[in-house]
């Protein structure tokens, strides 16, 4: 999943990049309202994590502008919008709820409290309306990132991970690779490398050993799938 955080405090940036990449998060910044504009036309992303106080204006006008449809989105859903500010007045809140976030979180806060939020704010309007996504045999547990097949713990990459994430949340679905990179790579990833297919060879070879039936498929010319697998003796859970 792709975050963006529009924040002029260089040092939070900094530390929630790092924490949000550990988790599996491709994480871009930007420091303005104008900076998060260009990128919002650019990208799809899945959370936007704003601040209310910036150099060139205020989250809540940005808010007000990505819901009535002023700013033009790259292609997808809007983002969700999770308000991260130390404006934690009654009248800040719901002002930042009514034009239009998702969430809100005064500062300080606990790394752990953010990362439960932007958990709960990818569930909605996805399959992942549970902590634990489940197709077939194959687990993903988000918030401990944990995945298994069957009683088999996967020893995965946070990209590997990630992209099973992605995959889960679309199953039977044909993911293009263009997809892929937009949603589970940040905007340093080279569009023109291997990076995905790469990634992708490395799962599927993680998802199916001894004689497993395939889980991950690739369907040329178009993308990648997951196949629908019977659960089986490998439904025993660990």
Request: net charge neutral; aromatic share 6%; glycine share 8%.
């Amino acid at each position: 999943m792709r975050l963006l955080i529009v924040e002029d405090e260089a040092g939070l940036v900094s530390a929630l990049q790092v924490a949000l990449r550990r988790e599996g998060y491709a994480v871009d910044q930007a420091r303005t309202c104008a900076a998060a504009r260009d990128k919002l036309s650019l990208n799809p992303y899945d959370v936007v994590l704003l601040d209310v106080t910036l150099p060139d204006g205020t989250g809540f006008d940005l808010t007000r502008q990505i819901r009535a449809g002023q700013i033009p989105l790259a292609e997808g859903d809007p983002p969700r919008i999770l308000m991260l500010t130390a404006r934690g007045r009654l009248t800040d809140r719901v002002t930042g709820l009514d034009v239009g976030a998702d969430d809100y979180l005064v500062k300080p806060f606990a790394i752990i409290e953010l990362s439960a939020r932007i958990r709960a704010l990818l569930r909605r309007e996805t399959r992942e309306t549970a902590a634990v996504l489940v197709h077939g045999p194959i687990r993903l547990d988000a918030a401990r990132q944990l995945a298994w097949r069957g009683a088999r713990e996967l020893a995965l990459t946070r990209k590997e991970f990630a992209v099973l994430r992605y995959l889960m949340n679309r199953p039977a679905y044909v993911v293009p690779a263009e997809e892929l990179l937009e949603h589970v790579w940040d905007e340093n990833a080279d569009p023109f490398t291997q990076t995905v297919r790469v990634t992708v060879g490395t799962l599927r070879r993680k998802l199916t050993v001894d004689g497993e039936e395939p889980a991950l498929e690739t369907v040329i010319g178009r993308g990648y799938r997951l196949r629908e697998l019977p659960v089986g003796v490998e439904g025993v859970l660990t």
